[in-house]
């Protein structure tokens, strides 16, 4: 079984910063790629960032040039870097992982519980 953890989130004053982590344990062959998306009340949830093992990275519009997502491959772990916080930025930030469980296998997608992160102004 794998499981995701996330860490870091809580209260912040608007423009301040945040480091989100999501680490993943369990047994499983290898991770392809980690993200994270948010979801504030009365949203849908949205798509924030994602990094593949190769690296590669990807954004949503809204944060581009602020947040930066980052991992340690070698800990199963990715990191959100979160600046210049604002007031939309409040929300309920997941991460997934698409994990193969056995080399042979397709990669499945898995979702943490989520850390809640409130921006005052």
């Known amino acids: 079984q794998v499981q995701l953890v996330e860490s870091g989130g809580g209260l912040v004053q608007a423009g301040g910063s945040l480091r989100l982590s999501c680490a993943a344990s369990?047994?499983?062959?290898?991770?392809?790629?980690m993200g994270w998306y948010r979801q504030a009340p009365g949203k849908q949830r949205e798509f924030v960032a994602a990094?593949?093992?190769?690296?590669?990275?990807n954004y949503a519009d809204s944060v581009k040039g602020r947040f930066t997502i980052s991992s340690d491959n070698a800990k199963n772990t990715a990191y959100r870097q979160m600046n210049s916080l604002k007031p939309e930025d409040p929300a309920v930030y997941s991460c997934?992982?698409?994990?193969?469980?056995?080399?042979?296998?397709?990669?499945?997608?898995?979702w943490g519980q989520g850390t809640q992160v409130t921006v005052s102004s």
């Open positions: 997934n992982a698409y994990v193969k469980i056995f080399r042979v296998t397709s990669a499945r997608e898995y």
């Open positions: 369990g047994s499983f062959f290898s991770i392809n790629a």
């Open positions: 990094i593949t093992d190769g690296g590669s990275t």
